[in-house]
Nanobody
């Protein structure tokens, strides 16, 4: 089991950048694929990005490709989401999540463990 705590959200102007962090507890962090998701008001939660256990494979939603970068530091039990060129439509609560690296992880399916979320607001 793993517990996740996100941080780094805030208010930023369009075109700006933020870096989200997700700190994980437990000694098995490196055995989990990690993902970032977001949920805007009145919308369903959507997949943003995922990263493999070693960090060698990443996947992104088309809406963030080229602007967001997911990375991880297994020595620090932390996964990051660097967000550049932010747009007002990126406004949402961002969640990190973990699951085993079995089929479906890169498509944002079947994540078992979730953080509490961090708010990102992009003003126009």
């Amino acid at each position: 089991q793993v517990q996740l705590v996100e941080s780094g959200g805030g208010l930023v102007q369009a075109g700006g950048s933020l870096r989200l962090s997700c700190a994980a507890s437990g000694r098995t962090f490196s055995s989990y694929a990690m993902g970032w998701f977001r949920q805007a008001p009145g919308k369903e939660r959507e997949f943003v990005a995922a990263i493999s256990t070693t960090g060698s494979i990443t996947y992104y939603a088309d809406s963030v490709k080229g602007r967001f970068t997911i990375s991880r530091d297994n020595a620090k039990n932390t996964v990051y989401l660097q967000m550049n060129s932010l747009k007002p439509e990126d406004t949402a609560v961002y969640y990190c999540a973990a699951r085993s690296q079995t089929p479906g992880w890169g498509a944002g399916r079947g994540y078992d463990y979730w953080g509490q979320g961090t708010q990102v607001t992009v003003s126009s």
